[in-house]
């Protein structure tokens, strides 16, 4: 009997110890840090300081919602919002926008790579809308809230 107790403790402790692997979420709520678009040899940040922007996950849709921190009093009041469906798979993001306030956006899809580290999720990828004008690589970087 007392072996076999033994026998549970230490199998139990090994398997205590091992780490469990977490699979990181895209769902919640998102802060962008950084946004940088480049195109041919220029690059420019598509954020400005005076700008805040949140995106929001559940399991099947995205959210996003972009203002002027200064509640569009000074020259420059800025307000974006926008939303849809999107799949996150393997590494792949795929953003089916529903919802735009540019309304010539809507039902345009775009496939990006994503990444999730600890608090941290980087979007990278192409923007391509050939009767737009719109070709350029984003890279953006958000913060969990």
């Known amino acids: 009997m007392r072996s ?6 230490v199998f139990s402790l090994c398997f205590s110890c091992v780490e469990k692997t977490k699979k990181q979420t895209i769902v919640g709520s998102w802060e962008l840090l950084s946004a940088r678009i480049y195109k041919g ?3 420019y940040s598509s954020v400005h300081a005076n700008e805040k922007l949140i995106k929001i996950f559940n399991r099947t849709h995205f959210a996003f919602l972009r203002h002027d921190v200064h509640k569009g009093k000074d020259s420059l009041p ?3 919002a ?3 469906e999107y ?5 792949t993001y795929t953003e089916y926008v529903e919802f735009l306030n540019y309304r010539e956006w809507e039902g345009k ?3 990006f790579n994503a990444t999730i580290a600890n608090d941290t999720l980087t979007i990278s990828g192409i923007e391509k ?3 737009l004008g719109v070709d350029h690589k984003i890279i ?6």
């Open 4 to 9: 076999c107790f033994l026998c549970v403790l």
């Open 41 to 43: 040899d220029s690059s």
């Open 78 to 80: 800025v307000f974006v």
């Open 82 to 84: 926008g939303g849809g």
């Open 87 to 91: 799949t996150f798979e393997n590494g």
């Open 109 to 111: 899809v775009f496939e």
């Open 129 to 131: 809308i050939e009767e």
């Open 140 to 145: 953006e970087v958000y913060k969990r809230l």
